[in-house]
């Protein structure tokens, strides 16, 4: 991903010749949402200073926020979340699941991951890497695999200091004994930076095995013509050398003081341990809501209303004839599709356009979630975008140049919706089973963006069609969107920059090394 400049955070030299930071009021704006002041910190600054105050205190003037200040918002404002675990246990679905969640809850994020480190270094050196390259007494592949968690290491800690905004790096690989881990801890102790491990344990023997055949022969370790039989006994083989060095976190009492999450069974248990600030507390939620599906999740638009066939933003308008076709069909094809799923819901907003859509489905029940009404667009409801263009040709040209950030006059961004939507989107972690969520455009463009990891930048642009059902089905570490148009066809006005769902999007760039 083309990750975007971030605010400047200018350095000016203070009395004894230290370069002290100076933020400007979009940079602490966004990392005070995630900071609380220690009471040492209060003491030395004489009190608790406020949020509006540090803001008063920066840019245009450019005053320096106090030095203990500005060193408890990095402190506070900086995470790695070094992963632990045997490998086909989950480490990177999880990863990649907290990354995304935490690129939609504004929060700069990036994974680290070692395996494609190590795979880019073998490839260079001409090394083979089947299982006897794990064997620990394998002197030159232990080298190999030391060396990459030093690079990947240096890579993270470089990328966090490069910029204020550079908020959380996910250390994604297997870190199983307390030696690895405690160089992790002592980078992260010397550059000011919070740690949790999160550690990710299978005990069923068929969820790892399950896992290996879906994902494993797809990383590029098995991409030299191996057979798929032969590549599944090489890693069950690789595990049995990872088992034998293989140090679960705190399992002798020494590593008690260090904050660490325990994720058991794909969240069926998880286990805390001193998760005691704001961004460890944001992942450790996260956590203790994911579950893994393999049920479909079903996205789709209310049947066209006024509004749609009249080019108007927003409002609450009736369906027309042929949104109500439509709604009949999905009726229809919603008892044949769900016939074989237990426990299926429907999701949709308290809006009369989904309403009146979902009134023909009788034979699951369908929960009305204020959450999930379109975007609102204040001042604009009930207005055409060319009447916009027209009439408020200044709002018109706020809008194109940042859709993301552009908040309706009285109304709200897409960054004000995506923070609606948070209690959905952990909601869609902890779903077992299918739900059709029947909503808006907005709304649609955000949980479909979400659940490919598109950046959120591309969301307001995603053109959810009208009169189609999109399938979500979980796949790996994603999600594969197949579109089932109903019908009957209709046309309505797009804006330009819309790009549809079947072109190819840019998933969201983890990392320049990621798997």
Same mark, same amino acid.
């Given at each position: 991903?083309?990750?975007?400049?971030?605010?400047?955070?200018?350095?000016?030299?203070?009395?004894?010749?230290?370069?002290?930071?100076?933020?400007?009021?979009?940079?602490?704006?966004?990392? !005070? =949402?995630?900071?609380?002041? @220690?009471?040492?910190?209060? $003491?030395? *600054? +004489?009190?608790?200073?406020?949020?509006?105050?540090? %803001?008063?205190?920066?840019?245009?003037?450019?005053?320096?926020?106090?030095?203990?200040?500005? !060193? =408890?918002?990095?402190?506070? @404002?900086?995470?790695?979340? $070094?992963? *632990? +675990?045997?490998?086909?246990?989950?480490?990177?679905? %999880?990863?990649?699941?907290?990354?995304?969640?935490?690129?939609?809850?504004?929060?700069?994020?990036?994974?680290?991951?070692?395996? @494609?480190?190590?795979?880019?270094?073998?490839?260079?050196?001409?090394?083979?890497?089947?299982?006897?390259?794990?064997?620990?007494?394998?002197?030159?592949?232990?080298?190999?695999?030391?060396?990459?968690?030093?690079?990947?290491?240096?890579?993270?800690?470089?990328?966090?200091?490069?910029?204020?905004?550079?908020?959380?790096?996910?250390?994604?690989?297997?870190?199983?004994?307390?030696?690895?881990?405690?160089?992790?801890?002592?980078?992260?102790?010397?550059?000011?930076?919070?740690?949790?491990?999160?550690?990710?344990?299978?005990?069923?023997?068929?969820?790892?095995?399950?896992?290996?055949?879906?994902?494993?022969?797809?990383?590029?370790?098995?991409?030299?013509?191996?057979?798929?039989?032969?590549?599944?006994?090489?890693?069950?083989?690789?595990?049995?050398?990872?088992?034998?060095?293989?140090?679960?976190?705190?399992?002798?009492?020494?590593?008690?003081?260090?904050?660490?999450?325990?994720?058991?069974?794909?969240?069926?248990?998880?286990?805390?341990?001193?998760?005691?600030?704001?961004?460890?507390?944001?992942?450790?939620?996260?956590?203790?809501?994911?579950?893994?599906?393999?049920?479909?999740?079903?996205?789709?638009?209310?049947?066209?209303?006024?509004?749609?066939?009249?080019?108007?933003?927003?409002?609450?308008?009736?369906?027309?004839?042929?949104?109500?076709?439509?709604?009949?069909?999905?009726?229809?094809?919603?008892?044949?599709e769900m016939a074989a799923q237990k426990k299926f819901r429907v999701w949709t907003s308290t809006l009369k356009r989904t309403v009146q859509t979902t009134s023909y489905?009788?034979?699951?029940?369908?929960?009305?979630?204020?959450?999930?009404?379109?975007?609102?667009?204040?001042?604009?409801?009930?207005?055409?975008?060319?009447?916009?263009?027209?009439?408020?040709?200044?709002?018109?040209?706020?809008?194109?140049?940042?859709k993301l950030n552009y908040r309706y006059p009285q109304g709200e961004s897409y960054v004000d919706l995506i923070h609606r939507l948070d209690p959905i989107l952990l909601?869609?972690?902890?779903?077992?089973?299918?739900?059709?969520?029947?909503?808006?455009?907005?709304?649609?463009?955000?949980?479909?963006?979400?659940?490919?990891?598109?950046?959120?930048?591309?969301?307001?642009?995603?053109?959810?069609?009208?009169?189609?059902?999109?399938?979500?089905?979980?796949?790996?570490?994603?999600?594969?969107?197949?579109?089932?148009?109903?019908?009957?066809?209709?046309?309505?006005?797009?804006?330009?920059?819309?790009?549809?769902?079947?072109?190819?999007?840019?998933?969201?760039?983890?990392?320049?090394?990621?798997?």
């Amino acid at each position: 991903m083309q990750e975007s400049e971030a605010q400047p955070c200018a350095r000016t030299e203070r009395g004894d010749g230290a370069a002290s930071p100076v933020y400007n009021n979009d940079s602490v704006a966004s990392l !005070l =949402e995630h900071v609380t002041f @220690s009471p040492a910190i209060s $003491a030395r *600054v +004489g009190r608790v200073p406020s949020r509006s105050e540090l %803001l008063d205190t920066v840019s245009p003037e450019r005053h320096c926020v106090p030095p203990e200040v500005a !060193l =408890e918002i990095r402190a506070q @404002s900086k995470l790695v979340v $070094a992963f *632990v +675990g045997l490998p086909a246990r989950g480490k990177s679905f %999880l990863s990649r699941r907290i990354c995304t969640y935490l690129m939609f809850r504004g929060l700069r994020s990036r994974i680290f991951n070692l395996g @494609s480190y190590r795979r880019r270094i073998a490839k260079e050196r001409n090394m083979p890497q089947d299982a006897s390259f794990f064997d620990p007494t394998n002197a030159a592949g232990s080298e190999i695999r030391h060396q990459v968690a030093v690079a990947a290491l240096a890579d993270m800690i470089s990328w966090l200091e490069a910029s204020p905004l550079n908020g959380v790096a996910i250390f994604d690989g297997t870190n199983t004994t307390k030696e690895r881990r405690a160089m992790i801890a002592d980078a992260c102790s010397r550059h000011n930076l919070q740690l949790m491990y999160c550690e990710t344990i299978r005990t069923r023997k068929d969820d790892i095995t399950d896992a290996v055949r879906e994902s494993k022969f797809l990383n590029g370790d098995y991409d030299n013509g191996t057979l798929p039989e032969e590549a599944f006994h090489d890693f069950l083989r690789r595990i049995t050398f990872y088992e034998s060095v293989y140090q679960p976190v705190d399992f002798d009492g020494s590593e008690a003081n260090t904050s660490y999450v325990k994720f058991i069974d794909l969240g069926e248990k998880v286990i805390l341990n001193r998760i005691n600030r704001s961004l460890p507390m944001v992942v450790s939620t996260f956590c203790m809501n994911l579950r893994s599906t393999t049920n479909p999740i079903y996205l789709c638009r209310h049947g066209e209303s006024v509004f749609n066939r009249e080019g108007r933003i927003g409002g609450d308008p009736d369906l027309t004839a042929n949104g109500r076709q439509f709604a009949q069909r999905l009726a229809r094809w919603l008892r044949t599709e769900m016939a074989a799923q237990k426990k299926f819901r429907v999701w949709t907003s308290t809006l009369k356009r989904t309403v009146q859509t979902t009134s023909y489905i009788h034979s699951v029940p369908v929960i009305t979630w204020p959450a999930l009404c379109e975007i609102n667009s204040g001042k604009f409801n009930g207005w055409t975008y060319t009447e916009v263009k027209e009439k408020e040709p200044a709002e018109h040209q706020a809008r194109l140049a940042d859709k993301l950030n552009y908040r309706y006059p009285q109304g709200e961004s897409y960054v004000d919706l995506i923070h609606r939507l948070d209690p959905i989107l952990l909601e869609l972690a902890r779903l077992r089973h299918g739900a059709l969520i029947l909503s808006h455009q907005a709304v649609l463009r955000v949980l479909y963006g979400y659940m490919m990891s598109l950046p959120p930048e591309e969301v307001p642009t995603i053109d959810i069609p009208m009169h189609t059902v999109i399938r979500m089905t979980p796949k790996g570490y994603t999600f594969v969107a197949e579109l089932i148009p109903l019908g009957p066809d209709i046309t309505i006005e797009k804006e330009e920059d819309t790009v549809s769902i079947t072109s190819p999007l840019r998933p969201v760039l983890y990392s320049d090394h990621s798997s």
